[in-house]
């Protein structure tokens, strides 16, 4: 019990310096003379499975100036997330994402019996997520299916740009 208090503690410290390192981030766009932004969405592989877990997680990012998280499907592997700035490497939001913010909640809300691996957390922190044999897709066995039973496709660095409408479709519940 005193492990999970001082880890609370520890995540209230990090998310309060990446909130400041966002909003200064945010502040040097809004003020620079040229905008040289690449807003998208952007696709980041969980380990959060409970109510509270994924809660938490989706407030911390959207707390966070420059990101909203927007959808999370219902099997709760992946979030998405919009960037005001995916940046060139999208890897490095995935990966801060998921070591700074997802790795320091499940700390506070897990036992110690029941904290991620350390090959579960580098696959989620890298994006390449290993997805169970029962959800592989035959075509491709690295790559898992989605939702719907296709496999869910983006561009060549997982992100998809916001400036298409057809981005997101409500009514299918899913990202294009």
Known sequence: MIRRVFAFIRYVFIFLREMSIANITVVKMVLSPTL??????????MTARG???VTSYANSITLTPGTVSVHIP????????????VGDDPETLRQS?????EANILKWTRSEADQPGERRVAAVATGKEIAPSSERN?????????????SSSSN????????SASDTDPSAGDLK
């Open 36 to 45: 040289k932004i690449r807003p998208g969405f952007i696709s980041i592989p």
């Open 51 to 53: 109510d509270f877990e």
């Open 74 to 85: 219902d099997d709760r592997h992946a979030i998405v997330v919009h960037a005001i700035d």
């Open 97 to 101: 994402c998921a070591t700074v913010l």
């Open 138 to 150: 035959p075509a491709n066995p690295d790559k898992a299916e989605g939702p719907s039973g296709g």
């Open 156 to 163: 060549s660095d997982g992100v998809s740009d916001s400036d």
